[in-house]
């Protein structure tokens, strides 16, 4: 039994650690979004230092502080994701087949991600870069809260095979939106619409697409339900998905009526987006588990399975 101790303990810490780097990755993101929204994108203007320095002094305001714990939060991500991968090669015999396989895969993002990240430093912001850093980062996100879900959920989809598929397109659909959001954010396209009446077709496009893809996503929630089983056991997240859509359309419609002026809104429009990409992600990679072993006690061989899948 000390052994069968040990194994479940360590499935524990990976579980829990998995949901830490999904919390530190919509941190990131929410962190990177208010780094443009401030525009400290370029308050440090070398990499990967900061004026020279791991941390700066003098040179530290607001701006320079978001920029600079954007760079560490992105750094501890690396770093846990590594060492998770390393871990996953080590104790492979002990795991699911899939899980070095993903980690690796993650390992090799987040390594991209460190690049396109240094990428928008140097080369000034450009709008093609920060919308491709955006993308990986919510990739980053999904991946991340479907493996978490799968550790502490495995075996297979609570879904079945058709309303799994309707799950990945409705989740693809706010990633497709939240990249158009991102294009209008970074050529400053809802700011030049409504101050000058210019790029009024790319703010126009977005928030006419927002009508569909609100639409796919609610479709998606409302034949869930339909579903009994799934229902009775995962309607807080179906739930939680109607909260973050009506938030998320509120958001967009309060920031156009200040005009862009109130940068909290704007950043809970960014905030919002991902968690929706996480919990839409969460959803679809949710395993049926074993729902004794997830109310027991004691630690028995049906615990460990669920631990190694």
Request: hydrophobic fraction near 55%; charge should be positive.
């Amino acid at each position: 039994m000390p052994v069968q101790r040990e194994e479940f303990l360590a499935c524990q810490v990976r579980s829990q650690l998995a949901a830490h780097v999904v919390v530190a990755l919509i941190a990131l993101v929410v962190i990177g979004g208010a780094t443009r929204v401030m525009e400290a994108g370029l308050a440090c203007p070398d990499w990967p230092l900061c004026y020279g320095s791991f941390l700066p002094g003098r040179q530290m305001n607001l701006q320079v502080f978001l920029e600079w714990f954007h760079r560490l939060d992105a750094f501890f991500v690396g770093i846990v994701l590594i060492t998770q991968f390393a871990f996953s090669l080590y104790w492979a015999k002990t795991l699911p087949k899939w899980l070095p396989w993903i980690y690796g895969f993650l390992t090799l993002l987040v390594s991209l991600q460190g690049f396109l990240g240094a990428l928008t430093v140097l080369q000034l912001l450009p709008s093609l870069v920060v919308m491709a850093h955006l993308v990986v980062a919510f990739t980053l996100v999904a991946i991340m809260s479907g493996v978490t879900q799968q550790l502490l959920n495995p075996g297979k989809s609570i879904f079945p095979t058709w309303l799994r598929c309707f799950g990945f397109l409705s989740l693809f659909a706010v990633i497709a939106q939240s990249l158009l959001g991102s294009r209008v954010a970074t050529s400053w396209a809802a700011q030049r619409c409504l101050d000058f009446g210019e790029s009024c077709n790319l703010l126009g496009l977005h928030r006419v697409s927002a009508i569909p893809v609100s639409f796919l996503v609610i479709l998606f929630v409302i034949v869930s339900s339909l579903q009994r089983d799934v229902f009775i056991k995962q309607w807080p997240y179906l739930l939680t998905i109607i909260f973050l859509i009506i938030s998320q359309i509120l958001l967009g419609a309060f920031s156009i009526h200040l005009r862009m002026s109130e940068p909290s809104l704007i950043i809970g429009h960014q905030l919002i987006a991902c968690l929706l990409v996480a919990v839409i992600a969460a959803l679809n990679f949710k395993g049926r588990g074993n729902d004794d072993s997830s109310q027991s006690l004691y630690i028995n061989q049906s615990t460990l399975e669920t631990c190694h899948g």
